[in-house]
């Protein structure tokens, strides 16, 4: 690989480090970034460094076994999840680890984002798992994020953040800004009491497009969602998308999404003075978005 390329793929780094810190997606010196350089080296972001001020002489190189090779820094304390990464997915070139808040939000309340609602996520990311919770800079978190990295570009990890992989550093990014940007939408859509999911039979017509607008598709859909779970790495996605042949948006107001204030405000008045009253998140948001608005009115 030529010095050029390399020059290239340090300013990538630091551009996609200096968007991640704009964009709230990590506080402090959070997140890490990483590139693969050739069949036996890589570039990763020092640890200990904000990634909204790095520079492109900060980068260090390290091999497939997380070596440095050079660098005056020490590499990232998350380099062993870029490494499994890589070692499983021999079509990505780029890696990007950051704690967006809403998607981190989701990881936390420990909710995926794996309905079928927006066909650019349906295009370009498909479903997004959560990776099992591992203590960050272990063994344990590479050995969750392996279960899922076949067939996911980018998955939540379970009390922590996220993590996001694509053919170039950019691409990387961008997937994370899409999951975050994802996560706003699915969590007003919650708030607001319902989402509709797109049906299984648009989700396959728009995974077709894929190659019109050149995305490689990440893996297929899951014909059975319950086998892939138990399997040691999962080699198709799931996806909620119901079927149906005569509407491409299927109505759902059950399940995980809250029931309607009404229905909340006669749960508090079935229970007496000195029940126990039991509301969910989104129900609590609906009284009170409700009472906000009859002060208005
Ligand atoms: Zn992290």
Same mark, same amino acid.
């Given at each position: 690989?030529?010095?050029?390329?390399?020059?290239?793929?340090?300013?990538?780094?630091?551009?996609?480090?200096?968007?991640?810190?704009?964009?709230?997606?990590?506080?402090?010196?959070?997140?890490?970034?990483?590139?693969?350089?050739?069949?036996?080296?890589?570039?990763?972001?020092?640890?200990?460094?904000?990634?909204?001020?790095?520079?492109? $002489?900060?980068?260090?190189?390290?091999?497939?076994?997380?070596?440095?090779?050079?660098?005056?820094?020490?590499?990232?304390?998350?380099?062993?999840?870029?490494?499994?990464?890589?070692?499983?997915?021999?079509?990505?070139?780029?890696?990007?680890?950051?704690?967006?808040?809403?998607?981190?939000?989701?990881?936390?309340?420990?909710?995926?984002?794996?309905?079928?609602?927006?066909?650019?996520?349906?295009?370009?990311?498909?479903?997004?798992?959560?990776?099992?919770?591992?203590?960050?800079?272990?063994?344990?978190?590479?050995?969750?994020?392996?279960?899922?990295?076949?067939?996911? $570009?980018?998955?939540?990890?379970?009390?922590?953040?996220?993590?996001?992989?694509?053919?170039?550093?950019?691409?990387?990014?961008?997937?994370?800004?899409?999951?975050?940007?994802?996560?706003?939408?699915?969590?007003?859509?919650?708030?607001?009491?319902?989402?509709?999911?797109?049906?299984?039979?648009?989700?396959?017509?728009?995974?077709?497009?894929?190659?019109?607008?050149?995305?490689?598709?990440?893996?297929?859909?899951?014909?059975?969602?319950?086998?892939?779970?138990?399997?040691?790495?999962?080699?198709?996605?799931?996806?909620?998308?119901?079927?149906?042949?005569?509407?491409?948006?299927?109505?759902?107001?059950?399940?995980?999404?809250?029931?309607?204030?009404?229905?909340?405000?006669?749960?508090?008045?079935?229970?007496?003075?000195?029940?126990?009253?039991?509301?969910?998140?989104?129900?609590?948001?609906?009284?009170?978005? $409700?009472?906000?608005?009859?002060?208005?009115?």
């Amino acid at each position: 690989m030529s010095t050029r390329l390399e020059e290239q793929i340090r300013a990538e780094i630091v551009e996609a480090g200096r968007r991640m810190y704009d964009r709230g997606f990590v506080a402090s010196n959070d997140g890490n970034i990483s590139a693969r350089l050739d069949e036996k080296r890589l570039m990763t972001t020092p640890k200990s460094v904000s990634k909204g001020f790095m520079t492109p $002489d900060m980068m260090v190189v390290v091999d497939y076994d997380g070596n440095k090779v050079s660098g005056d820094r020490d590499a990232s304390s998350e380099l062993p999840m870029h490494l499994e990464i890589y070692r499983n997915r021999p079509d990505v070139n780029g890696v990007v680890h950051a704690h967006p808040p809403t998607a981190t939000g989701f990881a936390v309340a420990g909710i995926p984002l794996t309905r079928a609602v927006l066909a650019e996520v349906i295009t370009t990311l498909g479903s997004i798992p959560i990776a099992e919770y591992g203590t960050p800079s272990t063994a344990e978190l590479p050995e969750a994020v392996r279960k899922y990295i076949k067939a996911h $570009d980018g998955m939540l990890l379970a009390n922590h953040g996220a993590v996001t992989c694509g053919p170039s550093v950019m691409a990387a990014y961008y997937k994370m800004e899409t999951i975050e940007h994802f996560a706003k939408i699915s969590l007003v859509a919650r708030l607001l009491g319902r989402e509709h999911l797109i049906s299984r039979e648009e989700v396959e017509r728009l995974q077709g497009l894929r190659g019109y607008y050149g995305i490689a598709a990440p893996a297929p859909l899951c014909t059975d969602p319950d086998m892939p779970q138990d399997a040691d790495q999962v080699l198709c996605q799931v996806l909620e998308a119901p079927e149906s042949s005569t509407v491409r948006l299927v109505p759902d107001d059950t399940g995980a999404v809250p029931r309607p204030v009404g229905d909340a405000r006669s749960a508090l008045a079935a229970a007496s003075r000195d029940g126990e009253i039991r509301l969910t998140y989104g129900e609590l948001t609906a009284l009170i978005a $409700d009472a906000i608005k009859q002060l208005r009115d």
